[in-house]
């Protein structure tokens, strides 16, 4: 009788171990959401990667993607909300007629989350899906906490 609950009991947590597999994809996901605006507006966006953007957001101006053999990019109008792949970094350009040219990186970080799963070894499994899925990152810019905000200079 012990010996049959013991193996209940087993079974029960190798199965939930197996559910929390990947368990920041789940919750977090794929994708994060980045706002790039500018100052004056208006001014075009041009945001460069390795792979499409799963969604995007609209908000003014459209948003039209040029894909050729090594990268895309996706080009918009300011203020732009746009939701990008975790697992990557991004280049964004911004251009307006009678201003100087800005760019700036939007890079990938580890999310500080991620590294108590390495901790107990019924979790690497999930840890690994979460680092090929893209969930175990953060886009550093284009949050509330750090905005992605370009002040254009006029040129000479």
Same mark, same amino acid.
């Given at each position: 009788m012990r010996s049959s609950r013991l193996l209940v009991l087993v079974v029960v947590m190798m199965g939930l171990t197996f559910l929390t597999q990947g368990c920041m994809t789940v919750v977090r996901g794929t994708t994060q959401e980045i706002k790039i605006t500018s100052k004056p507006s208006g001014a075009t966006v041009e945001i460069l990667g390795p792979k499409p953007p799963s969604e995007v957001v609209e908000i003014s101006g459209g948003v039209s993607y040029i894909k050729s053999k090594v990268e895309w990019k996706a080009i918009g109008t300011t203020p732009i909300e746009i939701k990008l792949r975790r697992n990557q970094s991004y280049t964004v350009r911004c251009t307006k007629d009678g201003y100087k040219p800005a760019e700036d990186e939007i890079n990938r970080r $580890?999310?500080? +989350?991620?590294? *108590?799963?390495? $901790? +107990? *070894?019924? %979790? @690497? %499994?999930?840890? %690994? @899906?979460?680092?090929s899925s893209g969930a175990a990152y953060y886009l550093d810019k284009g949050t509330e906490e750090k905005p992605l905000h370009f002040v254009l200079r006029k040129s000479n």
């Open positions: $580890l999310s500080g +989350v991620f590294y *108590p799963m390495f $901790l +107990v *070894p019924n %979790l @690497i %499994l999930g840890g %690994l @899906i979460d680092l």
